[in-house]
C-alpha cells in the first residue's frame, strides 16, 4: 500500500485548494478513503470519507470541502473552497477509517488571513 498525497500550499482566506492522493498496492473502489489532518500541536482530526455508501464529513468543513475519487486513475481528492486559517494543517490520505490505518507522507496546507 502507497499513498501519496499533493496540492498543497499557502494561500489566503477565502482560497480554494484541490488535493490529490495517489493511491497503489490496492483499488480504492474496494476501500473506504478518508482524509485526515493535523493542525500544529494538536491531535489528527478527520475531515472526509467516501466509501461505496457514501461520502461522510466532519461538521467543521461540510459544505466547504468535498471528497471524491477517480476509480480507473486510483486517485482521491479533497476539494477545499472558502478555506480559513482554521484549516491550517498537514492533510494525510488514509485508506480505511481506523487510527491505525495507512497514511501517506502528508501536504501542507497553509491559510493565511
Known amino acids: 500500500v502507497q499513498l501519496v498525497e499533493s496540492g498543497g500550499g499557502l494561500v489566503h482566506s477565502g482560497d480554494s485548494l484541490r488535493l490529490s492522493c495517489a493511491a497503489s498496492?490496492?483499488?480504492?473502489?474496494?476501500?473506504?478513503m478518508a482524509w485526515v489532518r493535523q493542525a500544529p500541536g494538536k491531535g489528527l482530526q478527520w475531515v472526509a470519507t467516501i466509501r461505496q455508501d457514501g461520502t461522510f464529513y466532519h461538521d467543521s468543513v461540510r459544505g466547504r470541502f468535498t471528497i471524491d475519487r477517480d476509480n480507473e486513475k486510483n486517485v482521491v481528492f479533497l476539494q477545499m473552497n472558502g478555506l480559513q486559517p482554521d484549516d491550517t494543517a498537514r492533510y494525510y490520505c488514509?485508506?480505511?477509517?481506523?487510527?491505525?490505518?495507512?497514511r501517506g507522507q502528508g501536504t501542507q496546507v497553509t491559510v493565511s488571513s
Open positions: 498496492g490496492f483499488r480504492i473502489d474496494t476501500a473506504a
Open positions: 488514509q485508506y480505511g477509517t481506523l487510527s491505525d490505518s495507512p
